[in-house]
Nanobody, 115 residues
Framework: QVQLVESGGGLVQPGGSLRLSCAAS????????MGWYRQAPGKQRELVADMTRGASTNYADSVKGRFTISRDGTQNTVNLQMNSLRPEDTAVYYC?????????WGQGTQVTVAS
């Protein structure tokens, strides 16, 4: 059974940094795209960033230049380094992974940016 376990959320002041990590398990196959989505209260879930096995990346315009996505050598862990955080980055962040066309989601981790 595929599981995605996230860590690294929390409370940070504007301008601060956080690093999110997501470890995927339960598959003999390598995950294709892995990434992060977020959902703020009253808003739809949106893509933050993702990365394919081939290391192609895709970022939301609102986070370009501030967030960096990476995957480890096994391709089963995805990280999101978030710098210069803003109050509007406050949301629940969800790890996402695609395995043979099937999407999987983590349980979500709260990121709050406030002074």
């Amino acid at each position: 059974q595929v599981q995605l376990v996230e860590s690294g959320g929390g409370l940070v002041q504007p301008g601060g940094s956080l690093r999110l990590s997501c470890a995927a398990s339960g598959s003999r196959f390598s995950f294709n795209a892995m990434g992060w989505y977020r959902q703020a209260p009253g808003k739809q879930r949106e893509l933050v960033a993702d990365m394919t096995r081939g290391a192609s990346t895709n970022y939301a315009d609102s986070v370009k230049g501030r967030f960096t996505i990476s995957r480890d050598g096994t391709q089963n862990t995805v990280n999101l380094q978030m710098n210069s955080l803003r109050p509007e980055d406050t949301a629940v962040y969800y790890c996402h992974a695609d395995l043979l066309g099937q999407p999987y989601w983590g349980q979500g981790t709260q990121v709050t940016v406030a002074s």
